[in-house]
């Protein structure tokens, strides 16, 4: 049966702020700068006036190839580092407009610490071992390592592994028990299904295409059920929890809840679904993916 999503916590402060969203742009204050990205959902006039807005310091469009290109309004640093919900990052202003850093996923975040938390002080055991699949720059990676977790960290990208670790690095846990790897998702996770290794938790947010570092070739729509069975094969007995989210256009909470029901054992444990926000600073909150997550109690 559905859950109902769990309700969200307001803006979380930091050195991010979502500041106002509309016309399908959102304006930011990311560090020392404000910054305007797309925002395709964000079907609705803007709260700020328009003046407000032209005071960014870079704008980013997206064009026909799948990138996009910044205008430059003053003197901006395209890297920089920033603290938010507890972590460092290093934020990069790349060419895909990217940034590194996804405030939307704050209260997952805290939802993995508070989970593990608990778990490690009702058993005395901190023995407990998490699987973060296409990791990116490794903000899950980082929240669950902060709880106490044993961390292995996949992405088929070694420049943002490579990125992943100085943000573990700036936010003073490159000496906690994180594994980093360059690999293919899929063929990691059958390699461990081999292997007989098995994670308390997994944690993985597919993207709708993208490719392994080999050339692989992974579309969600046709391989996110053999995924989502491989993260499966790999829960141990006693596992706590799968954290699933994504960008996708059409992969509402409904669907992905219905996804991650399909590969689990019925009446065992509960599926939750729910919309990733963030809240801007008139509290009004824009779309930003969706969640769905098994939970073993």
């Given amino acids: ?18 500041l106002d969203s509309g016309n399908m742009q959102r304006l930011e204050r990311i560090g020392p700068y404000t910054i305007i990205r797309p925002a395709p959902q964000a079907i609705w006039p803007s709260a700020r006036a328009k003046s407000v807005w032209n005071q960014a310091d870079a704008v980013y469009q997206r064009d026909d190839s799948g990138g996009g290109t910044w205008t430059w309004r003053g003197k901006v640093s395209r890297e920089f580092e920033v603290l938010f919900d507890s972590l460092a990052f290093q934020i990069k202003l790349t060419d895909f407009g990217h940034l590194g850093l996804f405030p939307e996923q704050a209260h997952n975040w805290q939802w993995l610490r508070d989970t593990i938390r608990t778990r490690m002080q009702a058993t005395n055991d901190s023995n407990l071992h ?42 003073h846990l490159d000496d906690r028990p994180i594994r980093w790897l360059v690999d293919d998702a899929v063929k990691f996770l059958k390699r461990e ?19 392994g570092p080999k050339g692989e070739v992974f579309k969600i729509e046709s391989e996110i059920i053999e995924l ?22 059409g992969f509402t909470p409904l669907v992905m809840h219905n996804q991650l029901q399909s590969v689990l054992k019925p009446g065992i444990g509960r599926v939750e679904a729910g919309e990733m ?6 509290e009004r909150a824009l779309p930003s993916g969706t969640w769905a997550r098994w939970v073993n109690q």
């Fill in 1 to 18: 049966m559905t859950q109902p999503a769990t309700a969200q916590p307001k803006r979380i402060a930091g050195d991010y702020t979502l």
């Fill in 130 to 171: 998490v699987l973060n699949l296409f990791a990116y720059t490794g903000g899950s990676t980082l929240a669950v390592s902060q709880a106490g977790a044993h961390v292995v960290h996949v992405d088929a990208a070694k420049g943002v592994v490579d990125w992943a670790r100085t943000n573990a690095k700036i936010s």
């Fill in 193 to 211: 299904v081999r292997r007989g290794s098995r994670y308390h938790g997994i944690i993985l947010d597919p993207p709708t295409f993208g490719r």
């Fill in 228 to 249: 989502l069975t491989l993260c499966k094969d790999v829960l141990a007995q006693n596992a706590l929890f799968m954290l699933y989210s994504c960008h996708t256009p």
């Fill in 277 to 282: 926000t963030v809240i801007d600073a008139d």
